[in-house]
């Protein structure tokens, strides 16, 4: 059976952080692979910058690029708006029933987590893999979730795809020639994206 984490996002635009910790994961067994899904819309964050997310999985797309190990997924693209990850989780496990998911977050949402929508069915469905994030504390979050895996020595990268937005509409191309892979950036050029 395929050991397959699923790393929810936005990914407006997916860069290398992305990239490392979904690397790391598979470098370190706890998966064979890792499937980017790409969110049309987060029922907990602001919309306002979001562009369309064919764009969005167009440059995943192109991220990923030659990585086997690596997918991207547009099952929510079909789904009623703002897709919950719940319900995602049981189309994916209807469509793909040889796969054993896993569902990758990151610290901030850990501690949220009892605001998703029927979360204890979700820690039930799949084993949940937390990635620490800067200033949020794995303790008060193995509190209430003892269930759920923490990734303690996951690579922490200082970079928000909304930093490297804020550069890109500036003109300034420093951090997105560091953080976005070149296949990524000339997309986003061509398109006027940003």
């Not at 990585?67 to 703002?82: A, H, R």
């Not at 795809?161 to 950036?185: C, D, G, M, Y």
Request: aromatic letters at 12%; charged letters at 25%.
């Amino acid at each position: 059976m395929t050991k397959t984490a699923l790393y929810f996002g936005s990914f407006n635009p997916i860069h290398n952080g992305h990239l490392g910790l979904a690397n790391y994961l598979i470098n370190n067994n706890l998966s064979d692979e890792v499937w980017f899904v790409v969110s049309p819309r987060n029922p907990l964050k602001n919309e306002q910058e979001l562009i369309d997310e064919h764009l969005r999985i167009d440059m995943a797309r192109l991220a990923i690029d030659g990585n086997n190990c690596l997918q991207t997924s547009d099952i929510e693209f079909d789904m009623p708006k703002p897709s919950f990850t719940v319900d995602t989780l049981k189309k994916l496990q209807q469509k793909f029933p040889d796969v054993n998911f896993s569902l990758l977050i990151g610290s901030d949402n850990a501690l949220v987590f009892d605001k998703w929508k029927d979360f204890k069915a979700i820690l039930q469905m799949v084993e949940i893999l937390v990635y620490p994030r800067e200033n949020f504390d794995f303790k008060q979050v193995k509190e209430n979730f003892p269930q759920m895996k923490y990734l303690e020595f996951a690579p922490q990268y200082k970079i928000s795809s909304t930093q490297i937005r804020n550069e890109i509409k500036k003109h300034h191309f420093a951090l997105a020639n560091k953080w976005l892979h070149p296949k990524v950036l000339n997309y986003i050029k061509c398109k006027n994206i940003y």
